[in-house]
């Protein structure tokens, strides 16, 4: 039997739809964190499939991308029945706020300049009033920091600003931290976890999650002391019942398939 989860209704109706053809399918209308309440027997596998899906980044009515010739509200929800729009959010918070969120959920820009962008976003947003588009936002983030590619030759201001945001209304930190403690509770013995990760601080989680419940080589146990064996292995202090171990290295894409993907 397959189980997926998504908190999309767009994605949930055409995946109902597929669980119609098969009955082995099964799509569940909540947040992928949440997988250890509702499956409650043994998994042998699971695949985490991270961040945003082409059709999101297609339909400019959702306001994840800025790219997009066709202009769209500022959004950024996966799911537009929770919560509030970026462009309502951005009337909430302070300049150390939004700071904190491109600071922390952006991953790319240091503080003093993560605080100036934030110092920029409002400043215009209190002299022109909210931001009503993607087009809008981009381009304001754009004139903030007109010389920003010289320092960030690779990355674009609004893809880290879009990206911080999304990032931060959509809980995606909390809910991979989520995911990845409920997933092995449920995963029988043996059984596997793969990971298809797209932005840079998702295998930083990853990673912290391995390192937090790993168990410790033979080689160690034989000549370290219980107490320095439980600060450099937090798992043997626990009491959860599964430890975790990487069995394959990771496997990054083609050139051809990050063109065909592009």
């Known amino acids: ?47 985490l499939d991270t961040g945003v899906s082409t059709p999101q980044l297609e339909d400019t009515s959702r306001g994840f991308s800025y790219k997009s010739k066709k202009d769209g509200p500022l959004d950024l929800r996966m799911d537009q029945s929770v919560g509030m729009p970026a462009s309502a959010w951005l009337q909430t918070v302070s300049a150390a706020e939004l700071a904190w969120v491109i600071y922390t959920c952006g991953h790319s820009l240091d503080e003093m300049l993560a605080l100036r962008v934030a110092t920029g976003i409002l400043q215009w947003q209190q002299q022109h009033g909210p931001f009503s588009s993607t087009h809008q936002f981009a381009h304001t983030l754009e004139d903030l920091m007109p010389n920003f590619s010289y320092e960030y030759p690779r990355l674009s201001l609004p893809q880290i600003v879009f990206a911080a945001i999304r990032i931060f209304l959509n809980q995606e930190m909390e809910q991979l931290d989520s995911v990845l403690d409920g997933a092995f509770e449920r995963l029988e013995l043996f059984g596997r976890c793969v990971i298809i990760t797209f932005n840079k601080w998702e295998p930083v989680a990853v990673r912290r999650f391995l390192r937090d419940h790993e168990e410790p080589s033979a080689a160690l146990l034989g000549g370290t002391s219980t107490e320095r064996l439980v600060e450099l292995y937090p798992h043997l202090g626990s009491d959860k019942l599964y430890s975790v171990q990487r069995v394959k290295r990771p496997l990054r894409p083609s050139p051809e398939e990050v063109s065909a993907n592009g």
């Open 1 to 47: 039997q397959l189980r997926a989860f998504d908190v999309d209704p767009l994605a949930v109706e055409v995946a109902q739809s597929l669980a119609v053809e098969d009955s082995r399918f099964q799509i569940i209308h909540r947040p992928f964190g949440e997988i250890a309440t509702a499956v409650a027997e043994p998994i042998a596998g699971v695949l």
